[in-house]
């Protein structure tokens, strides 16, 4: 039998994707991580013969992909501004919207502290993708990140270590080690849990199946860590401070009205996402309760 090579393997592959109406691209994901080389280097090693042993675990890690499983946890990874986080079953997988929370956090901090050090607490640490990036990318900032989850906090810390990042964990339920510790920070920044219990069935079978719903789902409206949020945060944040959210579809001008309520002089600011949806809200400046 003929020998078949990359490109035949990858029309093959993307074909069964594309008849499952998954994504294609995982084809190249998947091939690219055996081979351990980047896109350009496949795309000069097309015409290269395939080794059949390659191509029975593209068959059968296709066969699982199609099941559910996330092509994330077949390879172990998943990439995040530029850089790679292990991922598991224990925490969120990193998507590229969180990218732009991060874009826009680091753009605050230099509006509002210009260079002066300053404490951030990242909670719902998940695989440190946000905390890791952001001590990485500005450091003037001193990270500390919260989660609840044991196992996410191990994911967390191997992604600090592996990335030479210095971002202390905390294990805890949103604010509370901070409350317990009577400390006050200058930036709070969450991707909480926002997905509606309702829409639980909506989701594709590889989210809902496989990635943790501790992570995913805040109640019934999906805006239940907000709502705690806002009896926590006061006790936590300096006088000047900022504060950033990523939030769901439709919730941005909810969770705006929640923190005008209880930062009535702070200024407060929601930015759209890459694809012109309402993912980002922040709060910024006084941080006082009272008028």
């Not at 939030?247 to 705006?256: D, I, K, N, P, S």
Request: with cysteine; aromatic share 6%.
């Amino acid at each position: 039998m003929e020998q078949k090579t990359i490109q035949e393997a990858l029309r093959w592959a993307s074909s069964f994707l594309a008849e499952r109406e998954l994504e294609q691209p995982v084809a190249e994901w998947l091939i690219r991580h055996y081979l351990q080389i980047n896109r350009t280097q496949l795309l000069l090693m097309l015409q290269d013969p395939i080794e059949e042993v390659i191509l029975l675990r593209l068959k059968e890690d296709l066969n699982r992909h199609a099941d559910g499983v996330p092509v994330q946890h077949i390879i172990g990874y998943e990439e995040f501004y530029g850089r790679r986080f292990q991922v598991n079953e224990h925490v969120l997988i990193p998507r590229p919207e969180t990218e732009e929370l991060v874009v826009a956090v680091l753009e605050f901090k230099k509006h509002l502290f210009k260079k002066e050090p300053v404490q951030l607490v990242d909670v719902g640490a998940g695989s440190g993708a946000i905390s890791i990036t952001l001590a990485l990318e500005d450091e003037t900032l001193d990270v500390q990140a919260i989660d609840i989850s044991i196992e996410a906090l191990t994911v967390a810390k191997k992604n600090a270590q592996q990335l030479k990042a210095e971002v202390g964990f905390k294990r805890g339920d949103l604010l509370q080690p901070l409350i317990d510790a009577k400390v006050k920070v200058d930036m709070i920044v969450s991707n909480p849990p926002y997905i509606p219990l309702s829409d639980a069935d909506s989701l594709a079978i590889h989210v809902r199946e496989h990635e943790p719903h501790l992570a995913l789902f805040g109640g019934e409206d999906g805006l239940d860590l907000y709502r705690r949020f806002m009896k926590e945060l006061p006790l936590c944040l300096k006088e000047k401070g900022i504060i950033a959210f990523e939030v769901g579809v439709g919730q941005a001008e909810t969770v705006r009205a929640m923190l005008v309520e209880t930062f009535p002089i702070a200024k407060t600011e929601i930015k759209k996402d890459i694809n012109g949806k309402e993912r980002m809200v922040f709060a910024y400046g006084n941080m006082n309760v009272t008028k």
